[in-house]
């Protein structure tokens, strides 16, 4: 038997057996396909729900779903904006209906307990609609004790301290940290050959009215892309957010699924 974590390098009937008691517990990591800059791909929203993912998985024995490619629309204010080649969104109902189909059938092959974490801030209330609709209809249905954990592993670095050790320069809070110090470091620490440092440009932070204006004007969007600079990211930063990450949701997991 594959002792992957991963469901998609599983047989099915590898899969059916590690489900068929309820207790599995699922992970499914939310991403998009959206710039992040000169200096890194565009799949990091994927790439680092993934990686943390894995890790947990590997922590707590639950496995891991295929993650979601495409996500909502890039904001200009989390995310830089939708207007940059490369960057390919979904409607927000799009996604919605993507994550209850999914939890749907994750129902039906038995499954009770998931946990879908976020990489991409503009997903976060089209997860919760998609839970919303898929746990009322599994109701419907006679289904009462599925069970879904959702959560933005960012939101696990919260120790002053920690902070502290990532930022001494002072931070400047999250809403423009796209393609800066946090998601660099961590790209360093688990794909550095897709970062190249040489190509950061180092830009005073983003500026932006306490409002938004449609249609977006992207003058207002820093030229490479970034709300932040990276000049300051390193391996080092990246391996004690990792920790601190998986660290702290292997934890939460383990309160609200306290048998896995």
Request: one cysteine or more.
């Given at each position: 038997m594959s002792k992957s974590v991963?469901?998609?390098?599983?047989?099915?009937?590898?899969?059916?057996?590690?489900?068929?008691?309820?207790?599995?517990?699922?992970?499914?990591?939310?991403?998009?396909?959206?710039?992040?800059?000169?200096?890194?791909?565009?799949?990091?929203?994927?790439?680092?729900?993934?990686?943390?993912?894995?890790?947990?998985?590997?922590?707590?024995?639950?496995?891991?779903?295929?993650?979601?490619?495409?996500?909502?629309?890039?904001?200009?204010?989390?995310?830089?904006?939708?207007?940059?080649?490369?960057?390919?969104?979904?409607?927000?109902?799009?996604?919605?209906?993507?994550?209850?189909?999914?939890i749907r059938e994750l129902a039906r092959h038995g499954v009770r307990r998931l946990v879908l974490m976020n990489g991409h801030y503009e997903n976060s209330?089209?997860?919760?609609?998609?839970?919303?609709?898929?746990?009322?209809?599994?109701?419907?249905?006679?289904?009462?004790d599925f069970k879904v954990v959702v959560l933005s592993y960012w939101d696990f670095v919260k120790d002053p301290a920690v902070i502290q050790q990532l930022y001494p320069e002072g931070f400047l809070g999250w809403d423009i940290e796209h393609g800066g110090v946090f998601e660099t470091s961590l790209m360093l620490a688990l794909y550095p050959d897709l970062v190249d440092l040489d190509r950061v440009v180092d830009h005073p932070p983003a500026t932006f009215p306490p409002y938004d204006v449609f249609p977006v004007d992207p003058a207002r969007t820093p030229a490479p892309g970034t709300l932040s600079s990276a000049k300051t990211a390193s391996r080092e930063k990246g391996e004690l957010i990792l920790e601190v990450c998986v660290q702290g949701i292997a934890e939460a997991i383990g309160t609200e699924f306290p048998s896995s």
């Amino acid at each position: 038997m594959s002792k992957s974590v991963f469901v998609g390098e599983l047989t099915w009937k590898e899969y059916e057996a590690r489900v068929a008691s309820g207790d599995a517990v699922l992970m499914l990591p939310v991403g998009a396909l959206e710039q992040h800059g000169h200096h890194m791909c565009m799949n990091v929203d994927v790439l680092l729900p993934t990686a943390v993912c894995q890790r947990v998985a590997e922590r707590i024995g639950a496995l891991v779903l295929p993650g979601l490619q495409y996500g909502y629309k890039s904001q200009q204010k989390s995310g830089g904006g939708n207007h940059f080649p490369g960057t390919t969104s979904l409607d927000g109902a799009t996604l919605t209906g993507t994550v209850q189909d999914i939890i749907r059938e994750l129902a039906r092959h038995g499954v009770r307990r998931l946990v879908l974490m976020n990489g991409h801030y503009e997903n976060s209330m089209f997860i919760v609609e998609g839970i919303d609709l898929a746990l009322r209809e599994l109701r419907y249905a006679g289904i009462h004790d599925f069970k879904v954990v959702v959560l933005s592993y960012w939101d696990f670095v919260k120790d002053p301290a920690v902070i502290q050790q990532l930022y001494p320069e002072g931070f400047l809070g999250w809403d423009i940290e796209h393609g800066g110090v946090f998601e660099t470091s961590l790209m360093l620490a688990l794909y550095p050959d897709l970062v190249d440092l040489d190509r950061v440009v180092d830009h005073p932070p983003a500026t932006f009215p306490p409002y938004d204006v449609f249609p977006v004007d992207p003058a207002r969007t820093p030229a490479p892309g970034t709300l932040s600079s990276a000049k300051t990211a390193s391996r080092e930063k990246g391996e004690l957010i990792l920790e601190v990450c998986v660290q702290g949701i292997a934890e939460a997991i383990g309160t609200e699924f306290p048998s896995s």
